[in-house]
């Protein structure tokens, strides 16, 4: 604890000192353009995401003697590949049965969307390295394409397909370093950890029994249902700043 | 007093960035700017020269009393700006990058001689995109192309790189959401879009060759018309006064290359030969100073493959069966000797198919004097493909034959200088393209002979037709698609009030011609018989026949469509040329009105035409569309340029919309049954049934189907064997004031221009296409016309469906994007460009969007499928059959990033470039030809002869466009070089480009089929068969997965 406890404070220090002495940065109001890509550092197979985001924005700030302090309207995009789901973990309704090598059930996800971030970056004395930290809303509207053909092969085959979307506005904090090329450029490396709640339609399988003479052909039914889960993952980002 | 030359300033970035305005050319672009000193004050009556290896002598101009200058009809190259006036230091720029249709900007500052006589060395700020731009465009020179990654150095690699561009699943580019047959291409300035196929087909350009390509996205000067699409232009280079040439060898080789499921699975379709192709250049004067030459070759080795024929078709096992034992007996028992049974198995016939091809290109640039010049341009190629199946159903080898393809672009341009502020300049195209297509086995070709068969199962009269293996049931003559275009525009620039006017006034002409080639065979004749007999000595057939009276009789058949009396078609008509013309006048004014502010204001008339192969207009139209553009430059310096435009763009008559309507020589059509070979008893008296066993000569002689037998009319038939026909000349009605459709556009952009040539782009566009073409079919009474016999043999006249044409309100097609373009200096060497645009492409329509298709269809199915009938019988809403939604080539993401790392090596250089590309899936439906269930096939109500309804029609289940395909993602990285070689110019050159260096195996589409049907159900239902592929990618499908890595290479030398 005590080990800790020094650490921090040399890093209070070191925080503090840097305070003291502001970047070499023109005072006043600025813009910019960035560009952004992010990787997942865990592999989140549920949602079938891909581990890539795509991000852009425009980024209107002020530098004050103590750091820029920016606001970035941006976008955000996250995508995911079309998926058949594994037939036997869908629920079955009572009485029935799932002939996989007779069914399908297809999904594909992406979760993106407009976003805002708030930031505050410091440059560290006389280096061109910064250290930046602040928290992005939005960008977290998850949308599932699904669509699926199930049958026992006698007696029922449920056809269903749309679309589900869930908007959430979750708080996604990152903190990272940036580092200025030039007057114009500057690259960064974030790491954030991206909030949104994904959604998943659930099917029963089955919720439409006829006879083996007499065979129903369903569709949705009220035991359908959208599975919702809050998710927080860590994403390493790089992003590329062009002043105005 | 010395002048010390001003700091080189490299603009060659530029041919990259100058993606802003254009002039409103194809093959030139402009220069402009303003000579101050270094308070601001403008320097009037400073003598600016621009010199550069593309002109014959440098061009010299003064600048006007606001100390601006300006050049238009500049050729493509890189230029050196000098500026000249007493009392001050000469100032000047090198390398400033002139593209086609750029209009760049270069402002130089003068400082005064200092009193001491000291010389002063003047630094000139970099060019700059003038911000009087009419255009937005992105431009590529050679050098730059050179170093870039991509799909290649000409039309798709600079399409790919563009902003607003998407790339479709159907294949080609869609520019800024218009439909892809929509986008034009040129080389030279001539149009070379097949303007029947709406794609560029064909080798136009050698790589080495090029001078610069231009990507339009909105072609907002009025002198650009047929504007629905983009355009990508293409100018090759012109010579000079110094000699040089190249060859390049181009190599690649599928063992290179990584393997995706596709090619894993069909390795032995893949032949392993090492492709080589070489380009040869040279260029040089004939007279210096006077006229140049630039020509070009591509050699390409001539290349066989091994090919299997037959394999595709099923088992036929016999010929077809009547039914009745007796006759089906005398066939089976009466089989002439020597001859057997043709049962084209499917052990498949191996065949050797050979391909060969040539290019060719020349331009000769002459000065008639200082101020006027003229260029005559030439691109040819030739494609030969020996033993071609064409796909309709060859299963004989001797039946398959060579196809030859030709295509030539000519191009006369003129540019002058007809003062100090008047310039004129004008053209004359010709396109050319010519298909000739294989015949058939020659024994066999005067008419085709297409034989139906019978199944295997014994007690079947399934039938099914092999195809046409003895003709190939198509014309001889060649299959020509031309198209002649002119213009002439004269400029002005003049100060008038409002401020600095730049005016230009012109005319422009386009015809495309078409050769229809419907005629079938020789004598617009088909025939169709069931069953074919060789005789593998003589090598000949005998094919065997009955009367038509008897099989009808029998009942085989109620259309005679099949059955083992042999059917002769008729079709009545001829094959001509079609003309579709477009003739336009246009005046377009961009007036800058002072340093902040600029504005343009065009208009621009345009009168279409389709005259038909007889010769009669088709329809006839002429419209008018305005153009107009602010501009605000915030600080009056160029560096902050806010840009408005509001634009309405005018398309044409294409060939590809027309070929619907036009009269074909297949238009009409009578059927005729079997009346037998001269002597032949009557069937009833003949104990073999009248069984006849048929030679070629016999079979297609059409007094054998005219009734001469005296015995049908005792079975109360004749005096005409002719039982059906069709007349397609009715089926399409034409609203009498047919139009072009036309697009409205705004556009909102902001450029940043910086230091170096370093740039920002932010546009937001907004497109809305009107008036599109309506293709309705539908099951009403209104929709119905009567039918005569051509022939006029005394069949009643019947009812047939017609499609009406005309411009619908309802169809709709909107396009919103916002597309950021990027350049960049990161250090000296390494270099971002790089464009992004977000898109959505939205509609209820697809039309046009097929870039390989011939038939422009909107709404068959969709919107006007039978839309009365479904809508007000049925209940169907436009939810069910053609809701709104994203498009079939909405593409939401379009990323596009190159680094570029140049290290200068001597006089030569190595560049590295890698490319990041990504892309979104394109859209599709859940959607399905679901039954109609009780009215499927039943006739119209109360309306007796009427055809049948129609049994399916497409539903959507949850809306269009909702499902998307994968996204793409790739790398491509590329170094290319130019190595002297210490002997004179002699440098090596070459490249290594290996395209997705990750080997990223994305699955880009998918199956989305949907199985059968029980009658009557109408839900969506997926192959769910056990072998069922929905959502797998299926690897016999090559277009189902992104390619892997590839690895292609050229080296060569160059003077």
Known sequence: ?244 | MRMRSAMRLSSLGLTLAAGCALVGQTTTGALAGQVKDSSGKPIPGAKVILSSPALFTPRTVLSDANGEWRAPLLPVGNYKVQVFKDEFVGSEAHDVRVGIGTAVRQDLVLKPISKAGMVVEVVAEGAEADKASTKTSMNFSAEVLDTLSGLDRGFEGAADLSAGVAGTSGGGYSVRGGATQNTLYRINGTDIKDDLQGAQVGTWVIEDNIADVQVVLSPLNARNGRALGGQVNVVTKSGGNDFEGSIRAHLSRPTWNSRNPYTKDTPHQISDNLSRTFDVTASGPIVKDRIWFSIGTILTPSATSSNEIGAAYPLARGPMRTGDPQIDAAVANGVPSGYAFASFLTDAKPYTQGYSSNYFEAKVTGALNANHSVDLSYVGSGNKITNVDPGVGVIRVEALGTQEEKRSAWGLNYRGILGEATFLGGRVNRYRSQAIFPTGDPKFSSNPVNLWLDDIAPNDHYWYSVGLPFGMGTTPRPDKRNNTSGNLNLKLFRDLPGGQHEIDFGAEYYQADRTTQSQIGADNRAFRVGGAYYNAASRDWLFPAIIWPYYNQLGQSSSGNTGLAPTMFQYFGQDGITKNTTSSLYANDSLTINNHWGMMVGLRFDAINVIDTTGKTLAKASDLSPRFQLRWDVKGDSHHVFTLTAARFQGDFTSGFTAAFITEATSKEVSYGFSGIPGQPDPYSDPAHAVRWLTYAQLIDPRNYTASNTYLSNYGLGPTTAYGFSDNSKSYILDPHLKSPYLDEATLTYRASFASGNYMRFTYVSRAWKKDWAFSSDYTPSQLVTISDPSHSGLADKLASTVHVFNSDDLIRRYQALEVEIFQRITSALTLNGTYTYGRLTGNSNGGDNPYSTFRDNSIPGYYGNRTFLIQNLGKTNEDIAPTGPLNSDQTHHVRLNFSLERPLDKGRISYSALVRYDSGNNWSAAYAAPLGENAGGPMPNISNAPPAPATYTQYYGGRGQYTYNDQYQVDVKVSFRIPLGFKTLQLIGDLQINNVFNQMEQGTYSTATASLPYGANHLFLNTTSSGTFGGANPKEANYWIAGRSVGASLGMRF
């Not at chain 1, 005072?27 to 891909?50: C, I, M, P, V, W």
């Not at chain 1, 581990?51 to 995911?80: H, I, W």
Request: hydrophobic residues 35%; aromatic residues 10%; neutral net charge.
């Open chain 1, 1 to 244: 604890m005590a080990y800790m406890r020094n650490d921090l404070g040399r890093w209070l220090a070191i925080m503090a000192l840097t305070a003291t002495s502001a970047a070499a940065q023109d005072a006043g109001f600025d813009g910019a353009f960035k560009l952004r890509t992010g990787y997942g550092l865990s592999n989140n197979q549920e949602d079938h995401l891909d581990r890539r985001t795509l991000g852009l924005g425009f980024d209107f700030g002020y530098v004050s003697p103590a750091g820029r302090f920016g606001l970035e309207l941006g976008y955000q995009y996250k995508p995911g590949n079309q998926t058949n789901t594994d037939l036997s973990a869908m629920p079955v309704a009572v009485g029935a049965t799932l002939d996989p090598s007779q069914s399908v059930d297809s999904r594909k996800s992406q979760v993106g969307g407009l976003t805002l971030r708030a930031s505050f970056e410091r440059r560290l004395t006389g280096s061109e390295w910064s250290w930046r930290l602040g928290v992005q809303v939005g960008g977290a509207k998850f949308r599932q394409e699904y669509i699926g053909d199930v049958t026992d092969g006698v007696r029922y085959e449920d056809t269903y397909n749309g679309i589900v979307t869930k908007t959430t506005v979750p708080l996604s904090p990152f903190v990272g370093v940036g580092y200025a090329i030039d007057a114009r450029q500057s690259i960064e490396l974030n790491v954030i950890s991206l909030g949104y709640s994904s959604a998943n339609y659930q099917h029963v399988a089955g919720t439409v029994l006829g006879t083996a003479s007499s065979p129903e052909l369903g569709g949705h039914t009220a035991k359908d249902s959208v599975i919702v889960r809050k998710r927080s993952v860590p994403h390493l980002e790089f992003g590329y700043t062009l002043r105005f």
